[in-house]
């Protein structure tokens, strides 16, 4: 049994996602009993680091994210639900990393909750968010100014003629809706206008 249980550890060091187990007694200390090589470099803690931090492994979440991390984890242990959470975290040598990790929960009859999962690095995933974030953000811009140039001069600045013609048709449409009938219209159009443009 040896064999099949190194190959299994082989392969678990190897894939993109660190598996682990999270243990949380009824008196509230917390350690993770497994966790998979590739873990400790999602972590960037070794197993001995691991095991001397005990549940303090969750010290290195950012406050904000840990305070949801924990209520979620209350909920789970509570309702034996399924738990999933992104949050940022300080990895050792990289500094401010995003992490994924996903469980299932079981509890034991001491009122022990063990939880079995995963975790995997999500800053790719978060970067890409944010550069499509911004590229959305840009493309909302230039259509604004298109928008913009499309109804106004581009000498003066000015609206323009199109603008006039979307304006006096929303202010027609609501007086036929019964909106205000109290405005009036004066067109003045001079005489070579175009050339003194």
Not at 30 to 37: Q, V
Not at 170 to 176: E, H, K
Request: hydrophobic residues 40%; charged residues 30%; proline residues 8%.
């Amino acid at each position: 049994t040896r064999r099949p249980h190194a190959r299994i550890a082989s392969i678990l060091d190897i894939v993109p996602v660190g598996l682990f187990e999270y243990r949380r007694p009824p008196d509230g200390r917390a350690d993770f009993p497994y966790t998979s090589g590739r873990f400790s470099e999602l972590v960037g803690l070794g197993r001995a680091a691991i095991d001397r931090l005990r549940g303090g492994l969750l010290a290195r979440i950012m406050p904000e994210d840990r305070v949801a991390m924990e209520e979620m984890t209350r909920r789970s242990a509570e309702n034996l639900t399924p738990w999933r959470m992104r949050f940022r975290f300080l990895h050792p040598e990289r500094g401010q990393i995003w992490l994924m990790a996903a469980s299932l929960p079981e509890a034991k009859p001491d009122g022990t909750v063990v939880w079995t999962g995963a975790l995997y690095d999500a800053t790719p995933d978060v970067l890409r968010e944010a550069e499509l974030e911004s590229a959305y953000a840009l493309a909302e811009r230039m259509r604004g100014e298109n928008e913009h140039l499309a109804l106004h001069d581009g000498l003066t600045r000015l609206p323009n003629r199109r603008y006039f013609d979307r304006h006096i048709e929303t202010r027609l449409r609501a007086a036929a809706a019964g909106g205000p009938r109290d405005c009036g219209l004066t067109q003045i159009d001079p005489d070579r206008f175009k050339p003194i443009n």
